[in-house]
C-alpha cells in the first residue's frame, strides 16, 4: 500500500482523488471520485446565442476517474470500502465520530 499512498495525488487536478485527515485523531480517508472519465457539460450561458460556453481552460481536467482506474481496492490494503453519490463529506465524518468512539476520542 505503500505505493497507492505514495501515488495517490499525482495528478490530483485530473482524478479529483484527495485524502482527509483528521488532525486529532491522524485518521486518514482516500477519497477518489468516479466518473465517465471526461469533461463535464458545463460552463457560462451566453444569453444571445443560448448555449453554454466553456470557459478558457474548460476540458483539461475530468475532476474524476472510471470506475476501473480506481486504486482504493481490498488488493491495495483498503478495508473499509464505500460508494455512493454526491459528496462523500458527511459520510467520512459519520465514519470518522464512529472511529473516535470505538478508540477512546471525545
Not at 45 to 60: F, L, Q, R, V
Not at 79 to 95: A, N, Q, V, W
Amino acid at each position: 500500500m505503500t505505493d497507492v499512498r505514495k501515488n495517490f495525488l499525482v495528478d490530483r487536478d485530473n482524478t479529483g482523488k484527495e485524502i482527509i485527515t483528521y488532525i486529532q485523531t491522524g485518521k486518514q480517508y482516500f477519497v477518489e471520485y468516479i466518473g465517465d472519465g471526461r469533461m463535464a457539460d458545463w460552463g457560462s450561458y451566453n444569453p444571445s446565442t443560448g448555449d453554454i460556453e466553456n470557459k478558457k481552460g474548460a476540458g483539461k481536467f475530468s475532476g474524476s476517474i472510471k470506475s476501473e482506474d480506481s486504486v482504493i481496492t481490498k488488493e491495495n490494503g483498503f478495508t473499509d470500502i464505500r460508494e455512493g453519490k454526491g459528496s462523500p463529506y458527511h459520510t467520512i465524518h459519520l465514519m470518522h465520530e464512529k472511529y473516535k468512539k470505538e478508540n477512546g476520542y471525545s
